[in-house]
């Protein structure tokens, strides 16, 4: 089987396209398939190269490769091809009104309750009446069969069908030359032997007119799912509406996996469980689960997934990350995992490891630390220096655990919380701890 993911490189990649290139790839590798990044950059004014870099990046980012890559303006030269079949199949027509007269149309049928489609004039001019358009541009339209009923099987919403008769011949040709997404978008389908389309429910009506033109076209029909549409304050989610892009995601030290996590399982019923690997979201992908309804994004449910999953990443999920900030022992990676939010935590950590830090010792517990230097464990630090610690400060004091451990863990690492301490004690080193302990007869 082989799928495709087909931004336009008009933008960044929002939310929206991350979760159908996410869902299309997952489907994708649960099926064993291929999957193709296609550019769909015909609009030559909008489109740029550096758009197609900045999305071929974010998808590498969040882990979504693919097997092989075409852009659109790469193959005009096959869409004239099929649009010349097309022409002398009378399956496109010209069309010769302005946009004026075309809205002037809609206007009209809109006020006699009628649906605003294309009335097929252009098919009813005499030779004579065409050549009064003599030099003007002309567009093209596809004509629909309107006595053939089309229904596709729609693996999220089941059984769909439109009746032709309601549906407007789509322009596929521009009086410009240049084409619409319809007609390019098919024949890259056939040419690329696509067998499966995932995109977003506002292309249901897309693919009505698409299937016809795989009919016209004698090829096979692809199987379709339509995703429904994210939602963000009751506004539909769009690059060109503001949504939030890869790059606002980033902004907030997002995990790709967060983010993956998140838009795997929204839609559905089933629970968000964080996972760090991208094989286990494969491993639990059905989309026969992703409901109908309006689906809600809400940013902040992502930053709430983020810790659970740094929480949950082993040294070699981040030692290449950890390398880049000169650490190459895993000991800090395991101290601190549990206790940061994003990743830019480790540096703080980092800090409170090296010697830059001014520890915190409260006027009423100088007395105490001074005591806790002089009960520490002589000897190097191992695993049951932190208990024989406490226990030599338990025979000198009666204070409660919690006045134990609060200026401990103050005057070690400058926090009122954090990791275990006796994770930190070897990471310190004897020579730091005494120092910060010293520190109380200098304050």
């Not at 809600?296 to 070699?316: C, E, G, R, T, W």
């Not at 981040?318 to 540096?347: A, C, H, M, Q």
Request: proline content about 5%.
């Amino acid at each position: 089987m082989m799928t495709r993911f087909a931004p336009s490189p008009t933008g960044y990649l929002h939310v929206g396209n991350v979760r159908t290139a996410l869902i299309c790839w997952l489907y994708t590798r649960s099926k064993k398939g291929k999957l193709l990044l296609r550019f769909d950059d015909t609009d030559l004014q909008r489109s740029s190269d550096e758009y197609k870099s900045e999305i071929a990046n974010d998808l590498k980012w969040l882990h979504i490769d693919w097997d092989s890559e075409i852009k659109q303006s790469s193959r005009f030269d096959r869409y004239d091809e099929v649009f010349d079949y097309l022409l002398k199949e009378e399956l496109v027509y010209p069309c010769y009104e302005s946009k004026e007269e075309l809205d002037f149309k809609r206007k009209m049928q809109l006020k006699l309750g009628l649906p605003p489609i294309y009335d097929r004039s252009a098919l009813r001019l005499t030779q004579e009446e065409k050549n009064q358009y003599f030099g003007q541009a002309v567009y093209f339209r596809f004509k629909i069969d309107q006595n053939r009923l089309i229904s596709w099987y729609d693996e999220v919403r089941g059984n769909v069908s439109f009746n032709p008769e309601n549906i407007s011949d789509p322009i596929v040709k521009r009086a410009d030359g240049t084409y619409t997404y319809m007609l390019p978008s098919v024949i890259d389908d056939i040419d690329f032997n696509i067998t499966h389309i995932i995109r977003g429910e506002d292309h249901i009506s897309n693919t009505a007119v698409q299937i016809q033109m795989f009919h016209a076209l004698k090829a096979s029909i692809p199987v379709f799912s339509h995703l429904s549409l994210l939602y963000c304050n009751d506004s539909k989610i769009s690059k060109r509406v503001g949504g939030f892009s890869v790059k606002d995601l980033q902004s907030y030290e997002l995990e790709p996996m967060a983010i993956n996590s998140y838009f795997a399982k929204i839609g559905t019923s089933d629970p968000i469980i964080v996972h760090t690997k991208m094989q286990d979201l494969i491993d639990a992908f059905d989309i026969t689960k992703f409901s109908q309804a309006p689906t809600q994004f809400n940013i902040d449910d992502i930053v709430k997934l983020n810790p659970k999953v740094l929480h949950k990443m082993s040294f070699s999920d981040v030692e290449s990350r950890l390398r880049d900030l000169n650490v190459t022992s895993p000991d800090l990676w395991y101290f601190i995992s549990g206790n940061v939010e994003k990743f830019s935590d480790v540096k703080k950590w980092m800090e409170i490891c090296s010697q830059n830090i001014v520890p915190v010792i409260n006027k009423s517990d100088k007395d105490f630390i001074k005591m806790a230097l002089s009960v520490f464990p002589e000897g190097e630090i191992n695993h049951d220096t932190w208990k024989m610690w406490i226990t030599n400060i338990k025979r000198e004091t009666d204070r409660k655990p919690k006045d134990i451990f609060l200026p401990l863990r103050l005057v070690l690492t400058g926090l009122s919380t954090g990791p275990e301490l006796a994770k930190l004690l070897p990471l310190l080193g004897k020579t730091e701890i005494v120092r910060r302990l010293s520190y109380s007869d200098i304050c």
